[in-house]
């Protein structure tokens, strides 16, 4: 099977007299691209375009060569596509695997023992099983959160864009859902939006940061951490110039303009080049 | 779309490393934990206590795909219950009253019992008042499709209802059902503007129209004539009209969704 291609293409979208998106050119896939950026960015207008929740204003977007700004190759993109979107939105008097056979046939499949067969396989990949017969509304926000993940497995998309699937996770279950991630990028295109660069970035083959709807920066984890070498450095006491977080008892990870004398350098991050690259613009 | 026999191989019970999953969900109990999970989420979707809907829909023979859409329509348990009350409601009051009281009851029974389904529609579609909008609108089932399962899931619950109710209202022979084909009409009516406009404003401007042309025609001739045969007869033909041009546009269902206008 091949992974599908997303390209974009001067894409502009804007909420009446507000930019904002406004991309020149991106490809993502195969594999996985994280999409960073401080929040009023542009990422989810970017991933609602990409998932066909919204038709671009000017531009073009096109998954596998399909253009969804046409209905027919739109609904094709669709039977390709999993989607978890920022906010949960699940209805909390359902039950979890009844919400899934819901989802399933939304995504049009079918007969009944398919969709079965795909519930219990995507409730296992995240780690859901043992609560397919509790009521939404009993579940913590991470388990809901994972119930998202697990309603856009279903079917086998190879397409997947996903909006802040970290969000309200614990670290366990970051990693967890990291984890499921980085072994789906072998075979889909995954699209993800996050605030968490260490962990999800840097897995990914691609990272995008946007800025104020347009892009700042594209490419490897590694470029992104490169650009703050030299910037890094840790400490016992945090710089009241620097950002700053702790790492360990008496020990903080700053980032900054410059590498104090007499400061250890440190190994720069994904998170420290996304941080030195949205600070100097 | 895949078969079964992919998701069969997909699952490791063709002995096949399934899909994705190469990690730690793949040990060498994985096919047995599966089985389980599937044996434990298939008597979850059976479980007599919560598809009492769903079976009496396979019964009557509904495809296995619509099944979970009907029973899953968010507006379905507001519009049934806002039918009961309103259907006990004024059969009750009629039952109360004299002779003479029961009529203009009746009138008013006839004009408010079209809006329950308008009204349960407008509820059963859009970002307001679904919470999986987002998800409903990024699967592949064309918003039309959605759309009208729903409208439909709730129109026959709601009517059904009313119906039973009618029934329970002592005076007015066959009059007691003239709200039936009204309601018809002004449902469709409302469909057919949501493919313009939201579902809300659509089922509200439709209702507020209905109410002031009873109330309009009352004031004109006797209230009882205005649910006499031209009414209904007028009624077949405004829905006959709207349901071609709800078909016409039903592409502009899905449009608008993407379009961000709903």
Redesign the interface.
């Known amino acids: 099977m091949t992974v599908p291609t997303i390209s974009v293409d001067r894409l502009s979208h804007q909420y009446g007299q507000q930019i904002a998106l406004d991309v020149d050119r991106l490809v993502t896939g195969p594999g996985a691209t994280a999409v960073l950026g401080p929040n009023g960015s542009g990422k989810t207008t970017l991933l609602q375009l990409l998932a066909t929740l919204m038709v671009a204003q000017s531009g073009s977007i096109r998954v596998d060569g399909l253009d969804p700004s046409s209905p027919l190759e739109r609904t094709a993109i669709r039977r390709r596509l999993g989607y978890v979107a920022q906010h949960d939105g699940l209805p909390d008097r359902m039950k979890v695997a009844e919400y899934c056979d819901y989802v399933a046939a939304l995504k049009e499949i079918g007969p009944e023992r398919l969709r079965r067969r795909w519930i219990a396989w995507a409730l296992d990949r995240v780690g859901l099983s043992d609560v397919a017969t509790d009521r939404i509304r009993t579940l913590s926000g991470g388990t809901k959160r994972r119930l998202s993940i697990a309603q856009a497995l279903l079917g086998g998309p190879d397409v997947m864009i996903l909006d802040e699937p970290l969000a309200s996770l614990d670290a366990e279950q970051r990693g967890e859902i990291t984890r499921l991630i980085a072994q789906t990028a072998s075979e889909a295109n995954i699209v993800v939006a996050t605030h968490h660069p260490d962990e999800l970035a840097s897995i990914c083959g691609q990272v995008v940061v946007l800025d104020h709807g347009v892009v700042a920066f594209v490419g490897s984890p590694g470029e992104l951490a490169a650009r703050a070498e030299g910037r890094v450095w840790e400490t016992a006491v945090p710089d009241p110039n620097a950002t700053c977080r702790a790492v360990g008892p008496d020990r903080f990870h700053c980032v900054g303009d410059f590498v104090p004398s007499g400061a250890a350098k440190a190994t720069p991050t994904v998170a420290d080049g996304y941080l030195v690259l949205v600070r100097h613009r | 779309?895949?078969t079964?026999q992919e998701?069969?191989a997909?699952?490791g019970r063709a002995g096949q490393q399934?899909?994705?999953?190469?990690?730690?969900?793949s040990g060498p109990d994985h096919s047995a934990?599966?089985e389980a999970?599937?044996a434990?989420?298939?008597a979850?979707?059976d479980?007599p206590r919560?598809g009492w809907l769903a079976r009496i829909l396979k019964r009557l023979g509904a495809d296995?795909?619509?099944?979970?859409?009907v029973?899953?329509t968010?507006a379905l348990?507001r519009s049934w219950l806002a039918a009961v009350a309103v259907a006990l409601l004024f059969a009750l009051n009629a039952a109360s009253g004299s002779a003479a009281e029961g009529t203009d009851r009746i009138v008013i029974f006839l004009t408010i019992a079209p809006l329950v389904p308008l009204l349960g529609v407008a509820l059963a579609f859009g970002p307001a008042v679904d919470?999986?909008?987002?998800?409903?609108?990024?699967?592949?089932?064309?918003g039309f499709r959605?759309f009208l399962v729903r409208a439909v899931t709730v129109f026959v619950a709601s009517t059904g209802i009313l119906l039973i109710g009618s029934l329970l209202v002592p005076t007015g022979g066959a009059a007691r059902i003239g709200w039936l084909l009204p309601a018809i009409a002004t449902t469709v009516v409302a469909m057919a503007a949501t493919t313009r406009v939201d579902a809300r404003a659509a089922a509200g401007a439709v209702a507020a129209a209905w109410v002031v042309l009873v109330v309009v025609v009352s004031q004109i001739t006797d209230p009882g004539a205005m649910f006499g045969p031209i009414t209904q007869v007028t009624s077949v033909a405004v829905a006959s009209g709207a349901i071609g041009v709800f078909l016409k546009r039903r592409?502009q269902l899905?449009?608008l969704s993407?379009?961000?206008n709903r």
């Open positions: 779309m895949s079964i998701v069969e997909a699952l399934p899909r994705f999953l190469t990690g730690s969900g934990r599966m999970n599937f434990a989420i298939s979850e979707i479980a919560q296995d795909r619509i099944v979970p859409l029973t899953a968010p348990r919470p999986t909008h987002e998800v409903a609108v990024a699967a592949p089932m064309d959605l592409r899905d449009e993407v379009r961000g």
